[in-house]
């Protein structure tokens, strides 16, 4: 297995660094498939008789792993560089696609979160940073740009695998022309096996395509000073083990815990909830399944394009400021959403867009922001650390949104009324995370490495 290793990916000289990203994109766009989940939610309620919280449990397991595989692994993938990281992500992926399969052909849901969410999980949170220190050190004078390249990919997985999953569903279920059809269990586990196949192929592609920059590699004309210029922004470097000793650190953590809580919960129920928005008083909705898929896809371009566009935009405006707008602005949408949303689907549609790019924004930004406060020496595994928060918030958004459901009624009677509760629950979240990012300030001189010229007499200690 000596081809996956670090040293067989490093760049020749002249190597365009533009192919970097095209490798990255393929990973990302096939892990991004996990936001798709909702598309196929209804049918494995269904199946399996379970409840929206059971079957939203198999979405949270695999965020939870994502974020504890990326904490635990984020050293070895530093050390072992992408192409070893993408096989590896690549085999757990589709390892949890084939075991999840198993579990709905055979009735049993433990399986689907063994595989789909614990197996499956572990491939996400390889594959989430496996590219990203790679895209940073090739791109130094855009950290930005940088990982809105890489992780817009995830964002934009699910605006391919929602169509071509209802595609998929219909034509392998013979009844899907009838009136109020919902796919059967059989046609969604013949949907995985279809996926575990298309995506080993895409990701060996991107671990096969990735290269680093050698030792010392600078852009043309490349100068690090000017880059020095904003406050928050660093040419000292902090170990991984030393960053989590910071307060910046966890205050970004909870920053981002808070963005993506209150993301995570609208995309995790994205296809019922806007049919349940404008549900008539005969129980039917004006907005029928396949539309609801559609509008899965239009988040997914909402996620996609703010990963990108927010992350760039954070380049010149700063990572701190754009945090602002993310989870500031953020909180008077979701109020407007909550209380107005269902006067009109323009409006519903709008919200939601926004919602979801802010969303997008802040995954994207964050490597950049820890790159600008701990440097690039480890920050790979100090972004799969910090990954924890979305871990924490892959189980507290759809619970907070489902447990809100469930007692409003059953899938399927609900309204725009049953999501006030969830909803505004997540607009204090946001502003809990406003708040946070304001007192976020540059770290401490005592967790800087030390440089050649002059060390540091002492291990730092936790900061107060």
Known sequence: MGWLDRDRTIAPPGFNRWLVPPAALAVHLCIGQAYATSVYKTALVK?????????????????????????????????????????????????????????????QLWLVYLGYGFVG????????????????????DRPGLATGMAIMGFGGGALIASPVSTALLKMYD?????????????????????????????????????????????????DPAKVKAAKLVTTENVSAKNAIKTKQFWLVWIALFCNVTAGIGILEQAAPMIQDFFRQSD???????????????????????GRFAWSSTSDVTGRKRIYMVYLGV?????????????????????????????????????????????????????????????????????LIVNAFLDAQGTPGKLTAASY???LLTMVALLVVGFIANLLVNPVDARFHEPRPDRERSHEPAMEA
Not at 193 to 200: F, I
Not at 283 to 305: E, K, R, T, Y
Request: hydrophobic share 55%; no cysteine.
């Open 47 to 107: 199946h399996f008789g379970a409840s929206l919280t059971e079957i939203g449990v198999i979405f949270s397991i695999a965020i939870v792993m994502l974020g504890l595989s990326a904490a635990i692994m984020g050293t070895w993938v530093d050390k072992n560089g992408p192409r070893k990281a993408m096989f590896t992500s690549a085999m757990f992926w589709v390892s949890g696609f084939l075991i999840g399969s198993l579990g709905i052909f055979t009735h």
């Open 420 to 422: 006030q509760p969830a």
């Open 121 to 140: 999980g572990i491939g996400l949170g390889i594959g989430y940073i496996s590219p990203v220190s790679t895209l940073i050190k090739w791109f130094p």
């Open 283 to 305: 129980g039917a909705s004006l907005v029928s399944a396949a539309v609801a898929a559609g509008f899965v896809g239009l988040l997914s371009i909402g996620n996609m394009a």
């Open 174 to 222: 013979p009844t899907s022309g009838a009136k109020g059809w919902v796919a059967s269990g059989d046609s969604v586990g013949k949907l995985f096996l279809t996926l575990a196949v298309v995506y080993l192929a895409y990701m060996l592609f991107g671990a096969f395509t990735i290269k680093v920059p050698a030792d010392g590699w600078k852009p043309a004309g490349f």
């Open 330 to 398: 953020g909180a008077l949408l979701y109020t407007v959403l909550a209380l107005a949303g269902s006067t009109t689907t323009i409006l519903y549609v709008a919200l939601a867009f926004l919602i979801i790019s802010f969303y997008g924004g802040g995954f994207a930004t964050v490597p950049a922001y820890l790159r600008d406060l701990f440097g690039t020496f480890q920050v790979g595994a100090i972004h799969g650390r910090l990954l924890t928060a979305w871990s924490a918030a892959g189980v507290a958004g759809p």
